[in-house]
């Protein structure tokens, strides 16, 4: 469009472009941030269904939590010291890989809102224009257009739009106004790319995507806080390995002085000094390694609960005496039980069962494609009266057309392999279930055969234990009577040192192989405060 450029132009030039970008910084990037949030937990939260676990701690961090959420400073107590729920806690709200799967749920479902904008109506508005000047005249050329496309459920894409001749606007002319053009158009497949299941399929999978996405978040939080507790007891278990030996190389201390006053008197041969010093020596070692091992592994804790290494923390041991004092206790479930209660439980078995029908519903898009196409197109045009109002459309004058297209299936190559990888998929996904199913019950066999072996051990290694502390303790007087000598009561220490760190493994592995049974069959539940409980059976 042109027209000459006069001066009055200048004017509606500036309030042109003064509206185009008002319209486009009137909506800030906060407000693009807060509906997308807004529209992306819209759809969590229908989607989340009350078997899969507690709806809380997966918002994102940069979003305000939830009043139910698990709200604990990243900082150290001033106590220093660090307790099981606290350490639960502080992951739950600061662990970089929890953090990191929260924000794959939340990209998930981000990603379904495209989806669903595609069947939804697209509205777009243009204005372009130019001012040109040469040595003869000057110009302006312009065009505004605005409208909508839509594509339907059934394929059909629907689009309509109106442009604006702003010619005799921009001239000034008071006595002329907008001009406009009406342009709509239809697109009906009517073979090849008609249908719900077909046209749908993206949105179908998408939303699909975001119901797994949800479940595969639930199974990392079951996993998640079993690894914290795990991590948690194993960290106590290496700090009582270190007071056992500094126990024991104490008793050894204690042992070489009497050696040697004895000695010294005559009543001993210095040989058993000698004896008792070399292994006074070798249980320091062992209380340094030991020491330096539980360094270790708490620096590497720490780093778990995001805190610096640096910190200075200490968890708590009443923990582990609050374990030691319960005991063991074993869950009531036999192992056809178990495995029944996986296999209708499992969450990332669930996905699995899910995918197959995922691939049926791709080896019947992909037999779609095979067909031929055969679209039915219609459009219409209508211009407004001239030299009048624009608002007044002269649809008796307008043109309409009515056809068809088509695309006869005489090169279907690609269409043909698509297909036939369709169906090899299939195959493979329904393999990968029956494979996953194997494997779930596998892992409830090996989580049950595992708690009874450790039940057993920890029962054993009560009985080793209490002999070995029998062992030390009547050692002195078998001592006293000349029934017994220095070495037997070094080989009495060391195995109750040795005992005492057994049963202490003992203890944990049971709890650890306790809580891995109950994620494998499917039945730990995660709670509001990052802590675990039994699911009803």
Request: with cysteine; glycine share 4%; charged share 30%.
């Amino acid at each position: 469009m042109f027209c000459k450029f006069r001066p009055i132009t200048s004017l509606f030039w500036g309030v042109g472009i003064a509206v185009i970008f008002f319209m486009a910084s009137s909506c800030s990037k906060e407000y693009y941030k807060a509906e997308a949030d807004k529209e992306v937990y819209t759809i969590i939260d229908d989607k989340w269904q009350e078997r899969f676990g507690s709806k809380v701690n997966y918002v994102i961090n940069d979003l305000p939590v939830s009043p139910n959420d698990v709200q604990i400073e990243n900082a150290v107590p001033p106590s220093g010291v660090i307790t099981l729920a606290q350490a639960v806690a502080m992951a739950t709200a600061h662990n970089r890989q929890y953090q990191r799967q929260k924000e794959g749920l939340y990209l998930t479902a981000l990603d379904l809102t495209l989806v669903r904008h595609q069947f939804a109506k697209q509205w777009f508005g243009t204005f372009d224009a130019r001012y040109t000047r040469d040595s003869e005249d000057e110009k302006l050329e312009y065009n505004a257009e605005t409208g909508f496309s839509q594509l339907l459920a059934d394929g059909a894409i629907v689009s309509t739009s109106i442009a604006l001749d702003w010619a005799r606007f921009l001239t000034g002319d008071p006595d002329t106004s907008l001009g406009s053009v009406l342009s709509a158009s239809v697109t009906q497949p009517l073979l090849r790319g008609r249908g719900r299941d077909v046209v749908q399929e993206q949105l179908t999978q998408a939303e699909r995507d975001v119901l797994y996405q949800i479940r595969s978040f639930n199974r990392f939080r079951q996993t998640f806080v079993v690894s914290i507790i795990t991590d948690y007891y194993e960290v106590l278990q290496l700090w009582d390995v270190v007071t056992n030996a500094e126990n024991n190389w104490k008793r050894k201390v204690q042992l070489r002085e009497r050696l040697e006053m004895e000695a010294d008197e005559g009543k001993t041969a210095r040989y058993l000094v000698d004896q008792a010093e070399q292994s006074e020596l070798s249980s320091r070692d062992s209380w340094v390694r030991a020491m330096r091992i539980y360094e270790q592994q708490l620096d590497e804790f720490k780093i778990r609960l995001s805190l610096p290494t640096s910190a200075k923390i200490k968890l708590d041991d009443n923990e582990l005496k609050v374990l030691s004092e319960k005991g063991i206790i074993e869950p009531d479930y036999t192992l056809d039980a178990a495995i029944e209660t996986a296999l209708l439980w499992r969450l990332d078995l669930a996905n699995s069962r899910d995918s197959v029908d995922d691939a049926t519903r791709k080896v019947i898009v992909a037999a779609d494609g095979l067909g031929a196409q055969l679209d039915l197109i219609g459009s219409a045009g209508v211009e407004s009266t001239e030299e009048t109002d624009f608002t007044r459309l002269r649809f008796h004058e307008g043109t309409y057309s009515l056809g068809v297209r088509s695309d006869l299936p005489l090169d279907r190559k690609a269409e043909r392999n698509a297909y036939r990888e369709a169906l090899i998929a299939l195959d493979q996904q329904q393999r990968q279930f029956d494979n996953d199913r194997d494997n779930v019950e596998l892992d409830v066999r090996d989580a049950h055969r595992r708690l009874q072996q450790e039940a057993k051990s920890y029962s054993t290694q009560y009985l080793a234990t209490e002999l070995a502390r029998k062992r030390v303790d009547v050692s002195p007087l078998l001592w006293e009577a000349g029934r017994s000598n220095a070495r037997d009561t070094i080989e009495a220490q060391d195995a109750l040192f040795e005992a005492q760190n057994r049963l202490t493994a003992a203890l944990v592995s049971h709890l650890i192989a306790k809580l891995n049974f109950f994620q494998d069959v499917g039945l730990l539940q995660v709670r509001p405060d990052g802590m675990w409980e039994q699911r009803g059976q």
